[in-house]
């Protein structure tokens, strides 16, 4: 083909350029943090940029080289984002890593992305100086706290205070230009199904994602607003927010560790929020305190919720009882993690208010950037009815081809498989059915759990619900619905399988009912199926 070549300015998709963007045009824009200490921090854009190049000259200076993994075991708060952006901004590769998980899981992670700086909050000292030992490659401990609060005896070796790395330098750094491909950050996969894995980001599939988060049909995140990532910045690099917030120079409040509703609200209404995200266990949270103590919130507009499925009755309670618009998201590490958000067509706006419900409750359309298929265990594409259903994969400008350190080809005819299984209606909106080790196969039949919760935590007296799949003499699997209810409510095993009688075929309501005090959650705060399908996988299924 002889084509014309075009004439345009090549500048690489760096994450600088987003610091440096929000210092320049909002650099008096705050960001708040409730820190580990208790208090309420304020600082600005402004002083973010300038301490991050000051951090970037500071882990120049302890020997880090281009590419090198600088570790970071933190909450959400300022010192984390200045790490965000001085790591990344200079070459290096900020790796986050989930302190909720076990300490041996935590070491491996560490020990698999060979990080040579780990920094972490004062909280979670206890726990570095437990798995010390165990991650010989680190060479430097940085502790992210001021001077007065470091600790006057301790096994770790060459641990530094983070202000005073900050403070010994000038910042007289400009921040370098190099290959968009570059690799800025990598997140670990939870590890549900063997070892934790790297998705490794890159400048340019984390910049094409910013663009893509803050779009109207998006995140709609907007310079006005006051945003208060809820979603970890270990987890996902917070859904991308701390460089969406950048890209748009919003103000940032950030929570710290503190995340139960009480918490969560003061500081919402504190900081005047508009906009937050994050997992559905933590809304519950929220909305528990909210309901109990007859709360009304002052600035609290919209949510994006995703990670796990969202109850349609949360949406609704959020939409009616609170005015806040709730976006409901699906994504995952391996898509940085945003794939499809539940935004309506303009020819849904006429739709009869409980099918416009029922839409907003699905998983939702692909953002511009993002492709997606559902797929046969063959691997031929399956129709786009909201009936057939199958293996959901994608493809993008920020889905993984690879993990980091992992020679096999994951892609499936240059897709990525996600592991979900999903119907896709003739409109574009996916419902995830299953995650498809946790589908449930009876007499040759396949029920979703999902939906089985979802219309379990409908019903007044269940706080939460996980459907999960046992085995069945007859039917091969059966489901069982485990339910935690709410503080001081009742409710028997017959009155919540009645509650399902004609809101779904016959054959699909659970056998039995479990109530538990609890369910068991993921580090990432999702429901762990696999420890409720090993503790009842001998449950004696009642006659008849
Ligand atoms: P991990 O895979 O490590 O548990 P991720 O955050 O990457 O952590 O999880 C991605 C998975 O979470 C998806 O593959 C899907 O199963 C589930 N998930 C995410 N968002 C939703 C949602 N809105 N509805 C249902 N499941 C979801």
């Known amino acids: 083909m002889n084509l014309l070549a075009g004439q345009m300015m090549q500048i690489p998709l760096l994450i600088s350029h987003l ?74 590769v900020c790796h986050t890593v989930n302190p909720r998980l076990f300490p041996q899981q935590i070491a491996w992670i560490i020990n698999d992305a060979e990080d040579r700086v780990l920094c972490f909050d004062l909280n979670l000292l206890p726990l570095v100086e437990q798995l010390v030992v165990d991650v010989p490659k680190v060479k430097h401990f940085v502790l992210m706290a001021d001077k007065d609060r470091m600790p006057a005896e301790t096994k770790i070796p060459n641990l530094v205070c983070y202000e005073d790395l900050v403070a010994a330098e000038v910042g007289d750094y400009t921040w370098p230009d190099f290959d968009e491909n570059t690799a800025s950050s990598i997140c670990y996969t939870s590890g549900t199904t063997g070892d934790p894995k790297g998705a490794v980001y890159t ?26 990532p ?40 504190a900081e005047q929020v508009t906009f937050s995200a994050g997992v559905p266990t933590v809304w519950l949270g929220l909305l528990n305190h909210v309901q109990t103590n ?88 399956l129709p786009w009815d909201g009936v057939a259903f199958g293996d959901l994969e994608v493809r993008g400008h920020w889905v993984i081809n690879r993990y980091f350190a992992h020679t096999n080809d994951p892609l499936h005819d240059g897709w990525f498989p996600t ?23 009876s007499g040759g039949e396949w029920i979703s759990s999902i939906a089985l919760e979802n219309l379990a935590v409908a019903h007044p007296a269940v706080y939460q619900a996980a459907v999960i799949s046992v085995a069945h003499p007859q039917w091969g ?40 005090p609890e369910l068991p959650h993921t580090a990432t705060g999702k429901i762990q199926k696999l420890k409720l399908r090993a503790a009842f996988k001998d449950h004696t299924w009642p006659q008849g």
């Open 203 to 228: 400048h340019r599939s984390t910049l094409l994602h910013s663009f893509a988060s803050a779009l109207p049909d998006s995140m709609n995140v907007r310079a006005t607003d006051a945003v208060l």
């Open 294 to 381: 007859g709360l009304k919130f002052s600035s609290f507009k919209s949510t994006v919720i995703g990670g796990a499925a969202c109850p349609a009755s949360m949406i609704q309670t959020f939409e009616d009882d609170y005015g806040v618009e709730v976006v409901h998201a699906w994504g995952m590490t391996e898509l940085s993690p945003l794939g499809t958000l539940s935004r309506l067509r303009s020819k849904h706006l006429g739709l009869p208010e409980a099918d416009r419900r029922a839409l907003l409750a699905r998983q939702g359309k692909v953002i511009y950037g993002i492709d997606m298929r559902i797929v046969d265990g063959d691997g031929n594409a």
């Open 19 to 92: 610091i440096t963007h929000a210092a320049r045009h909002s650099g008096d824009t705050e960001i708040v943090s409730r820190r580990v200490e208790g208090d309420l921090h304020r600082t600005t854009w402004a002083e973010a940029e300038l301490r991050a190049r000051k951090l970037a000259q500071a882990l120049a200076r302890l020997g880090c080289q281009p590419g090198d993994r600088v570790g970071t075991l933190a909450w959400n708060g300022y010192r984390h984002l200045e790490i965000y952006y001085a790591t990344s901004g200079s070459g290096l």
């Open 419 to 441: 592991g979900d299984v999903a119907t896709i209606d003739a409109d574009g909106f996916m419902l995830i059915t299953d995650r498809s080790k946790d589908v449930i196969k």
């Open 477 to 516: 699997e059966r489901p069982l619905l485990t339910v935690v209810l709410k503080p001081g409510a009742t409710a028997t095993r017959e009155e919540l399988l009645a509650f399902y009688e004609g809101k779904l075929p016959r054959w699909q309501i659970p056998n039995d009912v479990v109530f538990l």
């Open 230 to 269: 809820v979603v970890p910045m270990f987890h996902v690099n917070a859904w991308g927010l701390p460089y969406t917030m950048a890209m748009v120079g919003c103000k940032v409040v950030f929570p710290g560790p503190f995340l139960d509703g009480k918490s969560l609200y003061e500081l919402m209404e």
